[in-house]
């Protein structure tokens, strides 16, 4: 009788083991398959596949810093960001402007007068560099746009705007226009409202094509602005060459996007 019983608080107490095992185990999987979820984001079909044709959102989002070169008529200019913080480091022939997550910051080299706006510089070149996935930020509305005749060519469209209170200008307003055979990104139109701080009908158009592979990922070799005529581009009006680029999945140390003692802080 003592066996019996004993042999019965056994085979409960495993029951209950494996019982609480096996909840422990599906609670375990339900987390993570929520986690996963609350990760994933998706895209509309257009944009999905001109992110696909540069290389794939995914092999962008495992990426951490970004740095290239501009050749420009004073010198070279480096500039380096943190793909995630958005913390920037521009090394220019005279100044470095940086961004340290909270405080635009403006180190001068020499007695020369650094005549941009350090507030509407740090980050612009790298916004125009890093499309189409810069286009994949949080805050972004993508709808269908009126496609672009270029030389005979009809290229789709995809009309990028931001939510309130998204970025430095949310009134700013994207059109990417992409191959309709490649999906690869060829036009970037855009106005600019920084300045007026009210939205622009008046567009400005970039041309892209010269890709290079950095690290799996197309990236532009050059960009060309072009004249534009009754709202259409016409022909290019100048151009931007890029080279030393880098996309790393390692980090730049945090001091490195700092403002240095002798740096000033812009208001």
Not at 110 to 126: A, E, W
Not at 156 to 185: C, H, K, N, R
Not at 192 to 209: D, L
Request: negative net charge; hydrophobic residues 35%; contains cysteine.
């Amino acid at each position: 009788m003592k066996y019996t019983l004993l042999l019965l608080l056994i085979v409960a107490f495993a029951s209950c083991k494996q019982s609480t095992e096996k909840k422990t185990t599906e609670q375990k999987t339900t987390e993570e398959v929520v986690t996963q979820k609350s990760e994933f984001k998706s895209y509309p079909e257009n944009i999905a596949k001109v992110f696909e044709a540069h290389g794939g959102i995914v092999t962008w989002n495992a990426m951490q810093t970004l740095a290239f070169t501009m050749q420009k008529p004073t010198g070279n200019e480096v500039t380096t960001t943190d793909l995630k913080s958005r913390k920037a480091h521009i090394d220019m022939p005279s100044h470095v402007l940086g961004f340290n997550g909270k405080d635009v910051w403006l180190q001068s080299k020499d007695t020369t007068v650094y005549r941009g706006k350090p507030k509407f510089y740090y980050n612009l070149m790298f916004y125009f560099y890093t499309m189409p996935f810069v286009l994949s930020d949080d805050g972004i509305t993508y709808s269908k746009a009126a496609p672009l005749l270029f030389d005979g060519v009809e290229y789709p469209g995809i009309q990028v705007s931001y939510g309130a209170g998204v970025g430095e200008s949310p009134e700013d307003e994207y059109i990417l226009y992409y191959d309709p055979e490649t999906f690869q990104m060829t036009w970037l139109a855009y106005t600019m409202t920084y300045f007026a701080k009210e939205k622009s009908k008046k567009f400005n158009y970039i041309k892209y094509g010269n890709w290079q592979d950095v690290n799996g990922v197309k990236l532009p070799k050059a960009i060309q602005w072009y004249n534009v005529v009754d709202g259409k581009p016409i022909d290019m009006r100048n151009e931007v060459l890029f080279s030393n680029v880098k996309l790393s999945k390692d980090k730049q140390d945090a001091l490195f996007y700092e403002a240095p003692e002798s740096a000033e802080i812009i208001d």
